[in-house]
């Protein structure tokens, strides 16, 4: 706990330093749209002051400007006028000829302060009266204070670039943390399924994670040879007790065939027979199940016609003597289903297993049906019963894959509980799908599907 903590403490302050960044630079960038709109515009303040000391008046009333009046009136695209204390224009440079050369008091306030017809203009004092400098239409905004267009532009322009800019980086930031976690994480994803599957896990111990890693492979080393003692423990359990129990399974063979023999002793030796020949079933099984679980059951692949093969399993039970309270019924048109791609003693096995749990379960008897059936590139087939089924949560155990031991009984017997879980290692081993499901009314259904083979 104490690793995982550091990693992802790493992780939250690496996101706080995403974060500090992600605000310099936001505050670079809004200083740069700022100069950038300041350099390519005009500078906002007109020189009124230096306008208006530049206009004076002689002794007779006459009005003079200098020349420099007209250079920074030009230089600023603006015209001037001077008002008279009755609102008459006394002097003016530049002026438009449109505009009227008289104002009443309530149009001098309106201009002072917003615009005179589309000009947006300063007023000034003067010692002559009111200095009124005019800019260019669209060159100023004035609200409360004034702001030049191309500044405004430029702001909004930039405005809408940081907005644009911030959404990016802040995407590629993330984008970047994320690719920086999922590639720490990953292997280590990649090494639990390799566990999980039985697999060997050999994860690179180095980085951010070494030390999870490092574990993870110890985990999946230990795992591994534990799994791999107990297939070999099985195996050698089933090979040693396959000697003894021949000779024993000899013994009473000859036994319940000797003539010489009373009755009784011949009846109990037919028992030790039969109870062995299960005993060797179960070992049989047993060993199956554990060498198609960690792969090591070779698979004689060949094409299988599916209906001739369980033809030919219905042909033994009704030769082997099927008790009466059980009828095998085939559904296929043998034309139309095509071949399947697999190993046949194992698909035989998986149909007897299957017609052997509809028996187990319905000792009252019952039909039993295989259909088989093709579509989409598969090939379907269905065993089904009209028995007792099975309850929901059983059939929630069985789609997971989570077989448990049996616990019902057959004549005094609890039976081993192989027989499905053979089932769904046979299915699996040939890249089939198996489900299982209840009939209406009642019985028990199992539909697997394997892939067709093409020729």
């Not at 107990?230 to 396959?242: K, T, Y």
Request: aromatic share 8%; hydrophobic share 40%; proline share 3%.
């Amino acid at each position: 706990m104490e690793l995982a903590y550091r990693f992802f403490r790493k992780y939250f302050i690496s996101t706080i330093f995403l974060l500090l960044f992600f605000l310099l630079f936001n505050m670079l960038l809004i200083i740069g749209v700022l100069l950038f709109a300041n350099i390519n515009s005009n500078h906002l303040e007109m020189p009124v002051k230096t306008i208006s000391n530049l206009i004076s008046v002689n002794d007779k009333g006459d009005i003079y400007s200098e020349d420099a009046v007209g250079k920074l009136l030009d230089q600023k695209q603006a015209w001037a006028m001077l008002l008279n204390d009755y609102g008459t224009v006394i002097w003016q440079y530049n002026m438009p000829s449109h505009l009227p050369k008289q104002y009443s008091s309530t149009d001098i306030a309106k201009f002072s302060r917003w615009y005179l017809n589309e000009y947006p203009t300063y007023v000034y004092e003067h010692s002559a009266g009111l200095l009124v400098i005019g800019c260019a239409p669209e060159s100023i905004v004035k609200w409360n204070y004034s702001m030049n267009t191309k500044y405004t532009s430029l702001m909004l322009a930039g405005c809408v670039i940081i907005v644009i800019a911030n959404v990016f980086l802040m995407l590629l930031l993330f984008w970047q943390n994320t690719q920086r976690v999922e590639k720490a994480i990953t292997p280590i994803l990649q090494g639990i399924e390799k566990i999980s599957n039985g697999q060997e896990v050999s994860l690179p111990e180095k980085g951010e994670l070494a030390e999870i890693n490092h574990k993870l492979n110890n985990a999946g080393y230990h795992l591994l040879k534990k799994e791999q003692a107990r297939a070999e423990w099985i195996n050698g359990i089933s090979h040693d007790i396959r000697t003894p129990l021949s000779i024993m399974l000899g013994y009473a063979g000859e036994i319940e065939d000797s003539d010489g023999v009373p009755e009784e002793i011949r009846k109990q030796a037919c028992i030790i027979r039969q109870q062995g020949m299960k005993l060797r079933q179960l070992i049989t099984d047993l060993n199956l199940v554990s060498k198609l679980e960690y792969s090591m059951q070779p698979l004689h692949l060949c094409t299988i016609d599916p209906v001739e093969l369980t033809r030919q399993i219905l042909v033994g039970y009704t030769e082997n003597g099927l008790n009466e309270k059980y009828t095998l019924k085939l559904e296929a048109n043998q034309n139309e289903i095509p071949g399947i791609q697999g190993d046949a003693s194992l698909i035989a096995r998986m149909l007897e297993n299957l017609i052997q749990n509809s028996i187990k379960h319905n000792q009252e008897g019952c039909h039993i049906v295989i259909s088989i059936q093709s579509g989409e590139g598969k090939c379907i087939i269905n065993v089904s019963d009209d028995g007792k089924g099975a309850t929901e949560s059983k059939l929630m155990q069985l789609n997971r894959g989570t077989i448990l031991e049996e616990t019902y009984e057959v004549n005094s017997e609890t039976p081993h509980g192989l027989d499905l879980r053979l089932v769904h290692q046979i299915v699996k081993a040939h890249n089939g799908v198996i489900q299982f499901s209840n009939r209406n009314p009642h019985g028990f259904s199992v539909t697997i599907e394997f892939p067709a083979r093409h020729e």
